[in-house]
């Protein structure tokens, strides 16, 4: 998601939380599709088959498309081939790499969003073998972890709308309440 998010901030400006958002519900899409095509790796030919299949599908659905689509604005390109003068890096948006790691902000967010992740993506990747662990079934397991990979398409496509019209902190907030609290239900049952 950060190849990606860096173009498209470099390139939209108006509805630029919405593109966003549309960008990052293809982890959804992975997170509802990945699991139903590994049980039918794991299905029908073992674990080793599954692991490898998974890894190519997500080089060839992501690291490919990466590479092949996405690139740095011309202005950042430019600069690089002049040798990066003062005036040009006066004209482009941001800090200096060596400026946000002095800042607090860079910290803080690195700290909240690895804890976030940390929480979320633990959670859901263990999703499967904690329903099975509760004697639910493998393929309703499944389905309830593609059904998670739906909601995430659907609220960060619903979080993007609203990123252009509200303040992205009360955003955040909102969108990170959620999931905790579906955590909790969890560790609850």
Known sequence: PTAYSKMITAVFDERRGLALGIAAAGVGA????????ARILLQHYGWRAGYVGVALAIIVLGLIPV???IKEP???KA?????ISAAILQNL?????????RGFRFWGLCVAFFCAQMAINGT??????MLTDRGVKIGV?????????????????????????????????????????????????
């Open 124 to 129: 859901m990747i263990h999703t499967v073998p």
């Open 79 to 83: 600069a690089r081939k002049q040798k």
């Open 74 to 76: 011309d202005e950042v």
């Open 67 to 69: 590479a092949i689509w």
């Open 30 to 37: 992975g997170t509802a599709l990945l699991p139903q095509f």
């Open 141 to 189: 397991a499944v389905a309830a972890m593609s059904a998670g990979g739906i909601a995430m398409i659907v609220g960060r496509i619903a979080a993007g709308y609203v990123l252009d019209r509200i303040h992205a902190a009360y955003v955040v907030i909102f969108f990170l309440l959620c999931p905790m609290v579906g955590i909790a239900i969890l560790g609850l049952r």
């Open 93 to 101: 948006p941001g800090v200096e790499y060596s400026e946000a790691l």
